[in-house]
């Protein structure tokens, strides 16, 4: 499947769920939820796994996202991200040429989740070995892949190795880095997290609750790229600036969060994945139906495509 087909499939809008939510949902649940997000008219359905080393903060990658193409008959599928360390590069490529086959155009591969030292080049090397396995292993199945990627040089990764990005709790000033270190032939897919709450203290109180009190002095990828964008330790120390929660959480009433999802699009996004922030799926998915009818009226509903960014962008194997 090629990049513009990937594109057009997608449309605007889709929706990421955190994989805690996931695990204490019941699948019966699962199914009736998906469904209606398909209804809403969203383009896509994401989630992602935990770290390696934490088996009870979500479920399995592939296992969950086939539950989700199952539920479902027209809407995208992608991990965001499925974590490198869980698996081996050949287990993920079968795990999600499977998925591809099953379901044509309507899986894609989302990677990322090494944290440890020298994470470009071993995430190289893992896209190295999926190659070669893709070489023996259903070698006539493909699909779109992206990284989690965040700075300069995971984008070149991305550019030289697959077929874009999905960068993860990044303001709108990132979006648009992203897409001129991108070029206009890579995906791009932000995520954005949202709150439908006009009280500016507990909007921010629920992001700020995603960040344990543990790692919020800690420098991680976040960190470094936050720093990269302008922010400093008055930032990024504590609870976090209000200035910076501002900038990574949309918040408010349907039209200023719609705004907000919008200027993603306008930064140069193929498709920006909202996020609510809610204690469970079904209310995640009560935010994602008011929210909906906003969406319509911007240039593009949640299920229709955006405008071509350059012709022939092919969709790659790594």
């Known amino acids: 499947m090629t990049v513009e087909e990937t ?10 769920i955190a994989p805690p939510t996931l695990l204490k949902t019941p699948v019966s649940v699962q199914r009736e939820q998906f469904a209606r997000v398909e209804r809403l ?40 991200v499925a974590n490198i360390r869980t698996r081996d590069p050949l287990a993920t490529h079968g795990g999600a040429a499977t998925l591809a086959e099953a379901y044509p155009g309507r899986f894609v591969l989302g990677l990322g989740g090494h944290g440890g030292d020298r994470p470009l080049r071993v995430l190289r090397d893992y896209l190295e070995a999926m190659e070669t396995a893709a070489a023996t292993v259903l070698p006539e199945i493909d699909y779109p892949r992206v990284l989690a990627a965040l700075g300069p040089q995971a984008h070149r990764l ?10 993860f709790l990044q303001p709108v000033e990132h979006t648009a880095i992203a897409r001129e270190q991108l070029g206009p032939d890579k995906l791009l897919i932000p995520h954005q997290a949202v709150v439908l709450d006009t009280d500016p203290g507990s909007a921010r109180t629920r992001m ?5 009190a543990r790692f919020r002095d800690v420098e991680t990828p976040y960190t470094v790229n936050y720093r990269r964008l302008g922010y400093g330790d008055d930032d990024l120390t504590g609870e976090r600036s209000d200035r910076l929660i501002d900038a990574i959480l949309a918040w408010g009433d349907e039209t200023t969060v719609a705004t907000r999802l919008n200027a993603h699009l306008e930064a ?34 949640p299920g229709t495509s955006p405008p071509s960014r350059a012709s022939g962008g092919g969709a790659r194997r790594t």
Do not use: C
């Open 7 to 16: 594109r057009r499939r997608l449309g605007r809008f889709g929706v990421w």
């Open 158 to 167: 991305a550019v030289n190795r697959t077929d874009g990005v999905h960068p």
């Open 208 to 212: 700020r609750a995603l960040t344990p």
């Open 268 to 301: 140069g996004a193929d498709h920006v994945l909202v996020h609510p922030l809610t204690a469970d799926l079904v209310s995640a998915v009560d935010q994602l139906e008011h929210l909906a009818p906003q969406l319509t009226t911007h240039p593009g509903a």
């Open 41 to 80: 008219g969203y383009g896509s359905l994401w989630s992602g796994e935990p770290p390696a080393g934490s088996p009870g903060a979500g479920r399995e990658v592939f296992t969950q996202h086939a539950v989700m193409l199952a539920a479902t008959e027209r809407i995208v599928v992608g991990t965001g």
